[in-house]
């Protein structure tokens, strides 16, 4: 069984930064894939950022430039930091991760972007 325990969340002022962890305990086999989706009040979800355990990384368009995604692989723990936000990010953060064949999810973390 596989757990994913997501923290960081929070009310942040635009311009702001916040950074989200994500760790893993359970059976992880290598090579594994871990990644930041959010989900904004009636909208679809969206891929923030992802990468693998051997640091390959992909950006959703919305983080390009202001977020960045990184993993402690001792720790299997991945963060995003995230900078200059925008209310536009105001989302629920969820962290995915999938390893032998199987795909899990955290609980899930608000954040909110607002003055």
């Known amino acids: 069984q596989v757990q994913l325990v997501e923290s960081g969340g929070g009310l942040v002022q635009p311009g702001g930064s916040l950074r989200l962890s994500c760790a893993a305990s359970?059976?992880?086999?290598?090579?594994?894939?871990m990644g930041w989706y959010r989900q904004a009040p009636g909208k679809q979800r969206e891929l923030v950022a992802t990468?693998?355990?051997?640091?390959?990384?992909y950006y959703g368009d919305s983080a390009k430039g202001r977020f960045t995604i990184s993993i402690d692989n001792a720790k299997n723990t991945v963060y995003l930091q995230m900078n200059r936000l925008k209310p536009a990010d105001t989302a629920v953060y969820s962290c995915?991760?999938?390893?032998?064949?199987?795909?899990?999810w955290g609980q899930g973390t608000q954040v909110t972007v607002s003055s």
């Open positions: 995915a991760l999938i390893t032998g064949g199987s795909t899990y």
């Open positions: 990468i693998t355990s051997e640091s390959t990384v």
């Open positions: 359970g059976s992880i086999y290598s090579p594994y894939f």
